[in-house]
């Protein structure tokens, strides 16, 4: 049974950082590309950043690229995310999936596995 487990969410100022963890069980973590997404309510789920499965390769949204840093521990099956600079946009809940292919991608149908997410608060 996959299980993905979030955690590091938040209330925070604007300006401010924040980091999210996600572990994984269950799964052959070294072989699956991880990625982050965001969600507001009455919206869609957005990608955020991508990792592949050997952390050499990482992609971002343009809303976030210069901001947030996604990494990778396959010792440890966790997966991280640095927000820096958040601003009120950044505000929403967080989700960390996983696919079950070792390439990145931002297409949300290429995850399989899913968290349960966190919630991200980012006050002016």
């Known amino acids: 049974q996959v299980q993905l487990v979030e955690s590091g969410g938040g209330l925070v100022q604007a300006g401010n950082s924040l980091k999210l963890s996600c572990a994984a069980s269950?799964?052959?973590?070294?072989?699956?590309?991880m990625a982050w997404f965001r969600q507001v309510a009455g919206k869609e789920r957005e990608f955020v950043a991508t990792?592949?499965?050997?952390?050499?390769?990482?992609y971002y949204s343009d809303s976030v690229k210069g901001r947030f840093t996604i990494f990778r521990n396959n010792a440890k099956s966790t997966v991280l995310l640095e927000m820096n600079s958040l601003k009120p946009a950044d505000t929403a809940v967080y989700y960390c999936?996983?696919?079950?292919?070792?390439?990145?991608?931002?297409?949300?149908?290429?995850?399989?596995?899913w968290g349960q997410g966190t919630q991200v608060t980012v006050s002016s």
């Open positions: 999936a996983a696919s079950v292919r070792p390439i990145a991608t931002s297409i949300r149908e290429s995850y399989i596995y």
């Open positions: 990792i592949n499965s050997n952390g050499r390769s990482t």
């Open positions: 269950g799964l052959t973590f070294s072989n699956a590309a």
